[in-house]
């Protein structure tokens, strides 16, 4: 009347281990769905590395006396905003 089929019925047999590659491929997209989504974060980085470079070129200008410090506060608030 029982079935045994070799796997002693604890697992619920063979169906438990055709569950075993299905969760281990879906914790694989989820890993891939996370990665891509924090790799966005990168593409942002571009617009914070022009502000830098901007900044840097400001303040170089301000040191050589190229701006007077009315100009520099103003292109300064103006790149912070």
């Known amino acids: 009347m029982f079935c045994n089929n070799g796997f002693g019925g604890s697992f619920g047999g063979p169906n438990f281990f055709m569950m075993v590659p299905m969760i281990l491929i879906l914790l694989m997209i989820v890993y891939f769905i996370h990665k891509a989504a924090n790799s966005k974060n990168i593409n942002s980085a571009p617009y914070d590395?022009?502000?830098?470079?901007?900044?840097?070129?400001?303040?170089?200008?301000?040191?050589?006396?190229?701006?007077?410090?009315?100009?520099?506060?103003?292109?300064?608030?103006?790149?912070?905003?």
């Open 49 to 81: 590395t022009s502000v830098s470079k901007a900044m840097t070129i400001l303040n170089e200008r301000f040191a050589k006396g190229e701006i007077n410090q009315e100009e520099y506060i103003e292109k300064k608030e103006q790149l912070q905003n």
